[in-house]
């Protein structure tokens, strides 16, 4: 790991490497004995959400951490069970009653992840539950969601039906809140805001079910399309929370011999060679994750991917989230552009660059004014940064 990084940061990092070994087990030991700043262990915990694997990892090694530090990590990661059940159970009830409507839908990432990378639901947060949705279901999809008493929150209620598409056309996902259970789901209609990303995923014929209960299991992506689909996430938002990387690195730990090559040409067919070489690279490097000396080599040669990796570091290593950061979102938006090869990934992004989705929900026009949000993207961007200067000296 880079010496350069702060202790707390390390700390964090090497209980979130998955699975515990001896060897990780004492380098939790020795960072923990270095700490000067416990609150920024937790304040770090906090922004990577990854409490349930931290808990664990000091629970292992049983280091000397603060009282009031390992009560506030416990809370959280017990905060992390309670929702990843709730979740769990709420995700049966929803492929039950898509089933019933005949609708095709694949749970991803959370619960079924948590299952697959970690083996249970106790140390992978999960904040909603994502399910994907062929796009000419998208209307019958939202309408079993609002039946089963869920309630759109983005883009708003009010939206008209224009608008809607117009949304759905720009964005992946429409996020649904049920009020009384406080659950989150994300209705996609397809993987990325780029639809030239990861364009084959998922391959229907390739799809698999995990267990969550005895007898009873959610259906998601095979293991190559979940890797390429994962590496693309994490590198999308230059991984900038740390729990992304964590699913990498315990996916990989899963492997056998040539697993780990196998799994990097598999993304590359998928579109998501960048992507899967990078999430490879700072898995090596922050979480010690085993690799094959000749993988690292060959993915080290492309100075793109090296770019990307010193791009991700400093969004995954800073105290704060990158749209914080000084050109937070300028920097995320380059490293976007490095993740595709041809013209057409390169100008759908610039396109979804042009039409922000914040944008329409600032100011949403019907169908015949569409074409007017690459012009009103500077003059709308201006507004709401004084608009929120103004709100915050009052």
């Excluded at 939206?159 to 994300?186: A, D, N, P």
């Excluded at 759908?348 to 042009?354: D, G, P, T, W």
Aim: proline content about 6%; aromatic content about 8%.
């Amino acid at each position: 790991m880079a010496s350069s990084l702060s202790q707390e940061f390390l700390l964090v990092a090497a209980c979130s490497a998955w699975p515990p070994t001896d060897r990780r087990t004492e380098s939790i030991r020795n960072l923990a004995a270095g700490i000067l700043d416990w609150n920024r262990v937790v304040r770090t915990v906090e922004r990577h959400r990854v409490a349930g694997l931290v808990h664990d990892g000091l629970s292992r090694a049983r280091p000397a951490v603060p009282p009031d530090v390992a009560k506030e990590i416990g809370a959280q990661a017990e905060a992390v069970v309670w929702q990843n059940l709730a979740c769990a159970t709420e995700a049966l009830k929803l492929q039950r009653l898509f089933a019933e409507s005949d609708l095709p839908v694949v749970f991803f990432k959370g619960v079924s992840l948590a299952i697959l990378a970690y083996g249970n639901l106790g140390l992978r947060h999960s904040r909603d539950i994502d399910i994907l949705v062929a796009p000419e279901t998208l209307a019958l999809a939202s309408a079993l969601l609002e039946r089963a008493g869920y309630r759109r929150h983005q883009p708003p209620p009010e939206f008209g039906i224009s608008q809607l598409q117009m949304w759905t056309h720009r964005c992946k996902e429409i996020w649904y809140i049920h009020q009384e259970k406080k659950i989150e789901v994300e209705l996609h209609s397809r993987l990325f805001d780029n639809p030239c990303l990861t364009a084959g995923i998922p391959a229907t014929n390739l799809l698999r079910t995990v267990p969550l209960a005895d007898g009873i299991s959610v259906r998601t992506f095979g293991e190559d399309d979940l890797f390429a689909y994962l590496c693309a996430h994490g590198a999308v938002d230059r991984w900038f929370r740390l729990k992304w990387l964590a699913d990498i690195g315990a996916l990989l730990a899963r492997q056998p011999g040539g697993g780990a090559e196998r799994l990097y040409q598999t993304a590359e067919s998928r579109g998501a060679g960048r992507s899967a070489a990078q999430a490879m690279l700072l898995c090596h490097r922050l979480l010690d994750t085993p690799l094959p000396n000749q993988l690292i080599t060959t993915l080290n040669r492309n100075i793109t991917v090296r770019c990307l990796e010193a791009l991700a570091m400093k969004a995954i290593t800073a105290d704060r989230e990158p749209t914080e950061l000084p050109f937070g979102t300028t920097t995320s938006s380059v490293a976007r552009f490095l993740l595709g090869r041809d013209w057409r990934y390169r100008l759908a992004e610039l396109k979804a660059i042009l039409t922000s989705p914040v944008d329409i929900l600032t100011l949403p026009l019907p169908k015949r004014l569409r074409g007017l949000y690459p012009i009103l993207r500077v003059p709308l961007w201006l507004w709401r940064h004084r608009f929120h200067r103004g709100r915050s000296a009052l």
